[in-house]
């Protein structure tokens, strides 16, 4: 018996815990060990995820009703069913099924989740390596940045005139040095909220929050190289209304986000003559 008819055989009451752990090819304590490190510490939330997860997969690559995806998770209704999905993708089934977003895993992709026998994507050969340098140089320059600014407060209030290419954005189009320097460490935040459920704490030190969020989004962007997921789709339930991204055009985002911050943000101390990290030091 498969994993899928495993869960739909079995309801809340008559569950082991066991059978299932065997059937994902883990012991009782590995399956433990993961939900735990995935934020789940009790077997009946994790079967839960499971069939949720399962439902959104079913949901766009299937014409069964929602009511029938409600009662094979082990929903008693329909309403039942729609409250708890809505909280665990932002979304309701009805829209899920509409924008039809490929990803259908809840939280972090570690942990234990459905697995479909029939998902497969195609790897594009992105260079994972040269990405990743990418984001450690972004994250190297900004904390020279913070260090610069740091030693020159007197220029953390200046005026930078139309620092912001994205008019969709919630940040002014005027910013001032030390608030361009918070948005060069927190570029990621929303989309690792988006689709992790990343929350930041704005009263860590800026090194602390670029760290942070560094280590988060490095963390995702290795799992979609991992799983050649670049080209898979997702909803983002925090815009108004949802819309479905692709992961690849997330890390683009946020890539060539941070480096306009960057750059821009760069020049200010560089026109008040103060010493600042540079990407390109002069060739002798």
């Not at 990743?132 to 200046?158: C, F, K, N, W, Y």
Request: glycine share 6%.
């Amino acid at each position: 018996m498969d994993t899928t008819s495993l869960l739909r055989n079995l309801d809340d009451e008559t569950y082991d815990y066991r059978e299932f752990a065997a059937q994902a090819g883990y012991s009782v304590a590995q399956s433990y060990r993961r939900a735990a490190k995935a934020g789940i510490h009790h077997p009946m939330t994790a079967r839960r995820r499971v069939l949720l997860e399962r439902a959104a997969w079913h949901l766009t690559r299937g014409t069964r009703s929602i009511s029938e995806h409600a009662l094979d998770a082990g929903f008693e209704s329909l309403e039942g069913f729609s409250r708890a999905f809505a909280r665990a993708f932002g979304i309701t089934p009805s829209v899920f099924r509409k924008l039809a977003p490929q990803e259908y895993r809840i939280g972090t992709r570690g942990g234990i989740h459905y697995a479909p026998g029939s998902y497969s994507v195609t790897r594009k050969g992105t260079n994972m390596t040269f990405i990743q340098r990418m984001l450690e140089s972004h994250r190297d320059e900004v904390l020279a940045l913070i260090d610069t600014i740091g030693a020159r407060p007197e220029i953390a209030d200046t005026l930078l005139p139309l620092t912001n290419p994205f008019p969709w954005d919630w940040e002014p189009d005027d910013e001032t040095v030390s608030q361009l320097l918070v948005r060069n460490c927190t570029g990621p935040a929303p989309w690792l909220h988006a689709i992790q459920g990343f929350s930041e704490d704005p009263n860590l030190p800026l090194r602390e929050r670029l760290q942070t969020q560094h280590d988060a989004f490095s963390q995702l962007v290795a799992q979609i190289e991992k799983e050649g997921s670049w080209d898979v789709t997702f909803v983002d339930a925090d815009c108004d209304p949802p819309q479905v991204f692709s992961y690849i055009s997330v890390v683009h985002h946020v890539i060539s986000f941070n480096a306009h911050a960057r750059i821009t943000l760069m020049r200010r101390p560089r026109a008040l003559k103060v010493e600042s990290a540079d990407p390109l030091p002069a060739q002798v």
